[in-house]
């Protein structure tokens, strides 16, 4: 690629998009790791444990209590907008506000009631009953929050969504800081730090949104059986994104050892910018390429967003030649077989990046079910191949696994795009 084109590449648009969007939740998560960190510091390791029992609670429900409708509302919010359509738009972000009302509060509600039974019995730490019940709280403000942002990211407001994240991630820095300074720091006050603090986004997010949301329209009629339609499918198609970075060490966890865990775990630990990345990607792509009418518009568009994606693939491929040196000098030479295990996880998460364009095209195409199918079999395919191929590669194979089912579901996905832009693909809106 000639340099003045990398130039017009690097400085477009969407690329410009990408690098608000990605370096806004970089610097989020990095806030939040070093209020996460100080409160390793200041609380015992039981203690640390517990804390993070009740975090996992609320991250966990929050995303389950989206039904997948997110991407849903995104898809069609956008759809409408691209073609100027903006009270239908706001019905869906009213209905979707709704909906995601009523099952957080249900999940919120069912936490809070079972807190006690699932820490004596579930967890088998009595003393998790009262994080679980301040966990119930955050599941409400975490929940809203990620919608709201959602609902930026469909209007193209990029920057006040980065602006709400970064808002909250600092307020939790800031709390923690506070509360180690005034030796007020326990396990309930970071709990609860974690819990309320997006309750500030969730109001200022309300008062950017509320003429969108709270105005009169006309309702839309079947709105509700088209996004649960739509959304369902992406929900599975969550769900199963969710679980798979995890098989290898549950597969490595009842096939080998512990010890193996760990290397394994460290090596994906240190990956942890790529779904950052991913989400940053989808953020920015999909309120776009929904708002497309022309087949013209939509090719260049994939393309262009390929460009992109492939481009910063090819500039993360360095740190393989250099991860034998990193590795060990942060973590120690104890650590050295995690090496070639991060190695074939960043290939594979670098086809998984790639590939990102195409799944958003597949989205606003109306096509959840077939990305759904193969989120379905990736995960099948990588919990069998991990059951017969750890006996013979150790440690490596569910890395090795993972980047022959990241590319190989970018090559189905990629035949499959563009044999639709060959045929004519028809938008229905």
Known sequence: MKFSKIMTLATSQLARRLTLVFMGNLFAAGLGFLA?????????????????????VILIASHLASLGMDTGMIKFASSYLGVKKTAEATQVLRL????R?????ILAAIIFNTAELLSTKVFHYPSLTPLLKLAAFGILAISTLNYLKSALYAYQLFKRAVILQLLVDFSKFFTVIILILSLGMDTLAAVATFAFIPLLGVLLGLGQLRRKLFSEREPIQNLFRQL?????????????????PYIGILMLAKMLNSKTVGIYGLALGLTYIFPI?????????????????????????????LKISFSIGMMIIP????????????????????VPIFNWLLLGYIALMINNPIRMALYSMNKPHLLAMVDVLKLTAMVIGCYLLIP????????????IVNVSALGFCSIYVFKQIRSGYSFSG
Not at 101 to 105: C, D, E, M
Not at 229 to 239: C, M
Not at 326 to 332: N, R
Not at 392 to 403: D, E, K, N, R, S
């Open 36 to 56: 996460v960190l100080i409160i390793s510091r200041e609380l015992t390791v039981s203690d640390f444990g517990l804390f993070n029992m009740a975090i996992s």
């Open 101 to 105: 009302v009523i099952t957080s509060f």
């Open 96 to 99: 979707t506000l709704l909906v």
């Open 319 to 338: 740190f393989l030649f250099f991860s034998h040196k990193i590795i060990p000098f942060f973590f120690g030479s104890r650590y050295l077989d995690s």
């Open 228 to 244: 649960f339609s739509y959304s369902k499918w992406v929900f599975a198609g969550n769900a199963c994104r969710l679980i798979l």
């Open 277 to 305: 990345l991913i989400y940053s990607s989808n953020s920015v792509l999909l309120p776009e390429i929904s708002r497309f009418r022309e087949m013209e518009q939509f090719e260049k568009y994939i393309k262009g967003s």
């Open 392 to 403: 013979f590669f150790g440690v490596l194979a569910p890395a090795i696994l993972a980047l």
